[in-house]
């Protein structure tokens, strides 16, 4: 019931916001608190590290002109220098979902061997993956992760899906495919493989 409470609260910030990045902002920083088990940080090994700081991420993983690169859009807890980083569009999990336009859920990363760490404030040990997707065409990828294994669950992926298709409507109403062709991409920091 909480997931659908903050559904409807998001929904209604992300109608009054003003661009595209700033609607995908209001959904990225709520669903992090949102989402997942939060007693699964007390679980036994539950770090793949020692516990960080901060266990909570989220951002939009939008597609560019000429669909090489995902941009890193609304990030929630990842490092300054990674806001508007460019992403190889086949690199990792979200490449995966590029390919496919299908959710994945990744309840413990350590189980994926291909997964690989884009986020550099903390290595995921759970993460969510939705397609962003408008009238069939493929728009980007909204991502949910934490830290603690076993955060996410196939209820959370649902919720997630909610919040991935409020995203994808918010982007094209708010414009999100003319703010991107309006984006000098040229100087922009690429990465093309995890670390």
């Given at each position: 019931m909480e997931a659908v409470l903050g559904l409807a609260r998001v929904a209604a910030e992300a109608c009054q916001a003003?661009?595209?990045?700033?609607?995908?902002?209001?959904?990225?920083?709520?669903?992090?608190?949102l989402l997942g088990d939060p007693a699964a940080a007390?679980?036994?090994?539950?770090?793949?590290?020692?516990?960080?700081?901060?266990t909570g991420a989220a951002v939009a993983f939008m597609l560019t002109p000429g669909g090489r690169h995902h941009l890193i859009t609304a990030p929630v807890n990842f490092l300054p220098e990674q806001h508007h980083e460019l992403v190889d569009i086949g690199l990792g999990h979200p490449g995966e979902v590029?390919?496919?336009?299908?959710?994945m859920l990744l309840r413990d990363t350590t189980l994926h061997a291909s997964f690989v760490k884009i986020l550099q404030t903390f290595r995921a040990g759970s993460s969510m993956f939705a397609p962003l997707l408008w009238r069939g065409d493929y728009l980007g990828v909204l991502i949910c992760a934490?830290?603690?294994?076993?955060?996410?669950?196939?209820?959370?992926?649902?919720?997630?899906?909610a919040f991935g298709a409020l995203a994808a409507a918010c982007w094209v109403a708010q414009g999100g495919p003319a703010w991107m062709a309006s984006l000098d991409l040229t100087g922009l920091p690429v990465r093309s493989t995890g670390t």
């Open positions: 003003e661009g595209p990045e700033e609607a995908l902002w209001c959904i990225t920083r709520a669903i992090p608190a007390g679980y036994p090994r539950a770090f793949r590290e020692a516990a960080p700081a901060v590029a390919r496919t336009r299908l959710p934490n830290a603690a294994r076993n955060t996410f669950g196939e209820r959370d992926l649902v919720a997630h899906r």
